[in-house]
């Protein structure tokens, strides 16, 4: 996750903590509960590792993997134009907050959240740390299709810091 220079970290971690019930892990890679016993991943997380993953984390919890279904068409060496893949647990997590699916096909200028454990870092320098901690950025999307959204990192001086802080109000 690459984060403003400008905004201190802290705004980042307490904006990851907002949404630890939506959150849960695979072996390190980051996953988004979508039902009480299904996780939203990323195919290239999960695909040829399917005998070694046991466990999915959510807050510090584990819940036994039942099932990896990896999107049919993801290929771990070509396109990752379907990089993604769903992950039963074989019980339930009943202290989540599953993500609600956004229907609507109106992304274009919309604000969305990232969150996730992993390398991090500024847009000076690149990622160039990693200490496990949940950080949480926004952002606002600028396309939109079938397969993708694109965002633009900008410039501090580009960006409206009145904006900013509505996402962190609501």
Not at 58 to 64: A, C, F, L, V, W
Not at 75 to 90: S, T, V
Not at 148 to 165: A, G, K, M, Y
Request: proline fraction near 4%; charge should be positive; hydrophobic fraction near 35%.
């Amino acid at each position: 996750m690459i984060i403003r220079h400008d905004i201190a970290d802290q705004e980042y971690l307490d904006l990851g903590e907002k949404y630890s019930a939506s959150m849960a892990y695979i072996d390190g890679c980051a996953g988004t509960l979508i039902q009480p016993d299904w996780i939203l991943t990323a195919a290239h997380c999960v695909v040829g590792r399917q005998q070694s993953l046991f466990y999915a984390t959510h807050k510090e919890s584990q819940y036994r993997i039942d099932k990896i279904v990896p999107h049919p068409d993801f290929n771990l060496g070509e396109n990752p134009q379907h990089d993604i893949a769903l992950i039963q647990l074989k019980n339930k997590i009943h202290n989540g907050a599953p993500a609600k699916l956004y229907a609507s096909k109106d992304e274009t200028g919309k604000q969305v959240i990232f969150v996730g454990k992993g390398k991090f870092g500024n847009g000076i320098d690149g990622p160039t740390k990693h200490d496990g901690r949940q950080r949480g950025a926004n952002n606002t999307v600028i396309g939109a299709s079938e397969q993708w959204l694109e965002f633009v990192f900008r410039q501090p001086r580009e960006c409206n810091s009145t904006r900013r802080n509505q996402w962190w109000r609501g």
